[in-house]
């Protein structure tokens, strides 16, 4: 697993084109699995959320667009240049949204135990030193019957598995380097995804942090998924 520092420095660095990026890079497909992930965390009627690994917030607004007025929505990341773009982007809306956007670390959360509706985390899991600890810590804060929802990339099916992985090593890096001149960030990108679990390990690590109700739901071709589980 990537070391920590690493992580939030590589992220430093690329903040600032990292949204273009992402839209470049999915096609789009990011603003859908945003849409799909909110659906979920909707029917499960929260009054507060969290979004973990926040980054730029796009998450986070989708959120409060999709829940309304009524649910308080916060957004964590432990990288200040992502969150700045976060920010940025909050008080340009008209009226800025009262998101609150605040620096915290997954393995070593600053909330209170049992106290959370419901937690997403897009693009984040992936990322942390530690899994297991960020899972427990994660199951900690959800209050008893709270929701956890992951979405992350995944390992795609099968026949689509070659085409994707060659897409990974040399397109990406050099795309994404063109854009964010960080070119490394994105290696570390693919190689990341390649290295990730498959949608079961995964079942089963949320399994053993002590979620259960879980369900794996994989989107385009199995390249994302959400995971989603209930806090005991
Ligand atoms: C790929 S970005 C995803 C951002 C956003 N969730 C999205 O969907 O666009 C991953 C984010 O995870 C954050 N991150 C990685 N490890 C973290 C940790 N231990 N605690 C909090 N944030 C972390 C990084 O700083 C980065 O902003």
Not at 66 to 76: A, E, I, R, W, Y
Not at 84 to 105: H, M, Q, T, W, Y
Not at 164 to 176: I, N, S, V
Request: hydrophobic share 40%; net charge neutral.
């Amino acid at each position: 697993m990537p070391e920590a520092e690493a992580v939030r420095s590589m992220f430093g660095g690329i903040a600032k084109r990292y949204d273009l990026a992402n839209h470049l890079l999915s096609g789009g497909m990011d603003y859908w699995w945003r849409k799909v992930l909110v659906t979920k965390v909707h029917h499960t009627n929260p009054s507060l959320v969290v979004d973990l690994a926040t980054g730029s917030g796009d998450v986070a607004f989708a959120l409060k667009s999709k829940l309304g007025d009524s649910v308080q929505v916060q957004g964590l990341d432990f990288c200040r240049p992502m969150l700045d773009e976060a920010e940025k982007k909050r008080l340009n809306r008209s009226p800025a949204s009262d998101i609150s956007f605040a620096v915290g670390d997954i393995l070593n959360l600053s909330l209170s135990t049992n106290t959370i509706d419901a937690i997403t985390v897009a693009f984040g899991i992936r990322n942390l030193e530690n899994r297991a600890r960020g899972l427990q810590e994660i199951h900690r804060t959800l209050r008893a019957g709270g929701h956890l929802f992951i979405l992350e990339f995944s390992q795609p099916y099968a026949w689509f598995r070659p085409l994707y992985y060659a897409y990974l090593k040399y397109f990406l890096p050099t795309f994404a380097g063109w854009i964010t001149r960080q070119p490394d960030a994105y290696n570390y990108l693919g190689d990341s995804i390649e290295a990730f679990p498959t949608r079961q390990q995964l079942l089963d690590e949320l399994k053993a942090a002590g979620f259960t109700n879980l369900q794996a739901y994989p989107m385009t071709l199995g390249i994302v998924a959400i995971h989603q589980g209930t806090a005991t």
